[in-house]
């Protein structure tokens, strides 16, 4: 077997090039262009992910952060929106910026932006449902029916409020954490370090980020990681994210469907 030097892929003795990342195999050091690190093609792995991570995460923490400063304790669901936008622009320009060869690589190292096939979407979404119904089922828990933290004050504040937090939930969020955690964020990490740790990692980071929607209802964090490990199943199984987008979009349709329920019976 040939060992690729630059990404660490074991190769067949009659390969030229790398199947990895396209580099010639057992070239000497003076072979010009792709041979040169410089002019190697990159490819998607741990460093890289983490930095398309940051530039998606950064607009959202800064805006948490100005919210904080100014004492005010309550989110406004434009800038909740506008930084959603920000960061998803962010990440996908530099997923393309840095890692173009990676994007549609539907390989378990790659970040499978790809739809896929209809038949895997539906029963993505007929996952995703059954599991967000499971979720808002659990005995002996009332879930998401009291606005303890601030992005619950948005949910059940009836009118143009909570209208925009379902277009964040059940529109905006699901693609792009989808084309993040079990695309960029998995390809990249089970490139460097093997897919059960990209697994773990992914699935614990993807419970952190959700902290504030269950501070206040410790159980509901199993229905989010029954929902991450269902997306990521599918992303792997079907080779693609688009499977894994519909899980998401059935599991936060179930939660939105509650908020909705909830607020009118208050009223």
């Known amino acids: 077997m040939k060992i690729c030097d630059y990404c660490g892929k074991e190769n067949e003795e009659a390969m030229s ?10 070239a000497p050091k003076d072979t010009p262009t792709i041979l040169q690190p410089k002019n190697r093609p990159r490819i998607l792995n741990a460093r890289f992910a983490t930095v398309i991570f940051l530039a998606y995460m ?3 923490f800064f805006y948490g952060f100005l919210t904080g400063v100014t004492a005010s304790n309550r989110l406004n669901p434009m800038g909740i929106i506008i930084s959603l936008i920000i960061g998803g622009v962010a990440m996908i320009w530099m997923a393309f910026a840095l890692i173009p060869k990676s994007i549609k690589d539907t390989s378990p190292i790659g970040a499978a932006w790809v739809l896929g096939e209809w038949k895997s979407i539906i029963n993505g979404l007929i996952i995703g449902l059954i599991i967000g119904t499971f979720n808002e089922m ?15 004050q948005i949910a059940f504040t009836s ?10 939930t059940v529109i905006m969020a699901p693609p792009l954490e989808e084309m993040l955690f079990r695309g960029i964020l998995y390809g990249g990490y ?6 059960l740790r990209a697994a773990i990692f992914i699935t614990l980071l993807f419970v952190a980020i959700h902290f504030p929607y269950y501070i ?24 693609a994210i688009g499977p894994a987008v519909a899980v998401h979009v059935g599991y936060n349709f179930i939660i939105a469907f509650s908020v909705i329920y909830w607020t009118w019976l208050k009223h």
């Open 138 to 152: 659990l005995p002996l828990v009332a879930k998401h029916h009291t606005a303890h933290s601030p992005f619950h």
């Open 159 to 168: 009118g143009l409020p909570q209208m925009i937090w379902v277009l964040i």
């Open 216 to 239: 206040h209802d410790l159980l509901a964090v199993f229905g989010i990681i029954a929902g991450a490990l269902a997306t990521l199943w599918c992303r792997l199984h079907w080779n």
């Open 190 to 195: 089970c490139k460097s370090f093997g897919s």
């Open 17 to 26: 090039f790398c199947v990895g990342c396209g580099t010639v195999l057992n």
């Open 58 to 60: 950064v607009p959202q």
